[in-house]
Nanobody, 123 residues
């Protein structure tokens, strides 16, 4: 069993930056591919970014490419999402998730989820 806890969300002005963290307990994260997803009110949960267990491969949805960076520190059992040049449309609850195998973009393929952290972007 893996417990995931996100942190780092908050209120930021458009153009600003936030760094989300996802800390794991229960098991080492080094065996898992990790993903970040987000869900805005009235919308489905959507893929944001994912990273392989080694950190050697990363994937992003088109709308965040060049602005967001996913990374991981397996020694700290933590995954990060650096978000720069934030836009109002980035506002959502952000979730991290873990799965065995390769990273995917499908929420249903992830086994473990955190409780989410709110990101609000003011225009």
């Amino acid at each position: 069993q893996v417990q995931l806890v996100e942190s780092g969300g908050g209120l930021v002005q458009a153009g600003g930056s936030l760094r989300l963290s996802c800390a794991a307990s229960g098991r080492t994260l080094s065996s898992y591919a990790m993903g970040w997803f987000r869900q805005a009110p009235g919308k489905e949960r959507e893929f944001v970014a994912a990273i392989s267990w080694s950190g050697g491969s990363t994937y992003y949805t088109d709308s965040v490419k060049g602005r967001f960076t996913i990374s991981r520190d397996n020694a700290k059992n933590t995954v990060y999402l650096q978000m720069n040049s934030l836009k109002p449309e980035d506002a959502a609850v952000y979730y991290c998730a873990a799965r065995w195998g390769v990273p995917t973009k499908t929420p249903g393929q992830y086994v473990y989820w955190g409780q989410g952290t709110q990101v609000t972007v003011s225009s």
